[in-house]
């Protein structure tokens, strides 16, 4: 690791965050250590194109990676075995009603970039945005059982995405699917991938420089919007 880091206190103002030009680029992005993952912190971290990452038993790190992984819902590709699996597999997808049941289910089955797993702290702090109405999750059913989905945050017309689980194939792809959907529908203008995997590449996502992403994020999150993403709650659809 070159370079340092910024270390925050739980006492510091939830808006106190190093500028993100000052991340390392080794490892990629890291910027900060500390802090708590209160609400306030993480909608503030979002809007600073941050996001907390870091292993059981490690302080709280907060990275801006350069480049970026994103995905413009508009230009989500639906390859021609997804498209099969939409009309013939029979799931159903819905909105906001087992977020809980989907992040638990990323913390069991889901590895982030790097071997990261999804904490029970980080779970918790998720579940409290999800309560305030920032945090949403898109679940894809199969015969009645969770099967698929992935979780994120809202803020203004962006969406950053934290993580995702699939039990049966193509499962994740199909919420994927009907988030660029919903997202195209409300005007929303990027999904944040944060890092690029393979699985995200072939769904339509890239990498854009860092630069270019903040200019982005902040054109598109003047507006708060930290509730009603969906309209309303308990939305379905079979696919």
Known sequence: MRGSIVWLSERDSPDTFPPVDRALR?????????GDLSPHRLIAAYRRGIFPWY???????WWCPDPRAVLFPGEFKLSRSLAKTLRNKGFETRLDT???SVIQACGSVAVRPGGTWLSPEMQAAYVSLHEQGYAHSVETWYEGRLVGGLYGVAVGRMFFGESMFSLERDAS???????????????????DCQMATPHLMSLGAQLIPRNRFIQ????HTTSDRP???????????TT
Do not use: N, Y
């Open 98 to 100: 087992a977020f809980t």
């Open 173 to 191: 792809k199909v919420a994927m699917s009907r988030l660029c959907g919903e997202l195209v529908a409300r005007d929303f203008h990027m999904i």
């Open 26 to 34: 080794e490892p990629d992005g890291l910027l900060a250590a500390g």
């Open 216 to 219: 982005q994020l902040a054109e």
């Open 227 to 237: 509730a009603g993403l969906w309209d309303s709650r308990c939305l379905a659809a």
């Open 55 to 61: 292993s059981q038993g490690q302080p709280i790190l």
